[in-house]
């Protein structure tokens, strides 16, 4: 079992970028897919973007373009760059893991207009 653990969020403008980062233990080496999801107050948790151990890359249709998931199977990290941040990207951001699958505890994004 993995255990992931965010970090990075915060509050910004809009227009603004931030940077998620997931670091996992003990390692991503195996796991096929790793992802970030999100949850605004009220909504369902929804897909921000996975990419697999290849590098191959699925985006959440409100976020392609702007945001973009990396992943480093050395470090064990998966990162999310946010650009062009606006005030209906504030959510609790998840890192998750296909094995499993596992969740991190979540990071607070909070964009205002």
């Known amino acids: 079992q993995v255990q992931l653990r965010e970090s990075g969020g915060g509050s910004v403008q809009s227009g603004g970028s931030l940077r998620l980062s997931c670091a996992a233990s003990?390692?991503?080496?195996?796991?096929?897919?790793m992802g970030w999801y999100r949850q605004a107050p009220g909504k369902e948790r929804e897909l921000v973007a996975t990419i697999t151990k290849d590098g191959y890359t699925n985006y959440g249709d409100s976020v392609q373009g702007r945001f973009t998931i990396s992943r480093d199977n050395a470090k064990n990290a998966v990162d999310l760059l946010m650009k062009d941040l606006k005030p209906e990207d504030t959510a609790v951001y998840y890192c998750?893991?296909?094995?499993?699958?596992?969740w991190g505890q979540g990071t607070q994004v909070t964009v205002s207009s």
């Open positions: 003990p390692t991503i080496f195996t796991i096929y897919m």
């Open positions: 998750w893991s296909g094995l499993g699958p596992n």
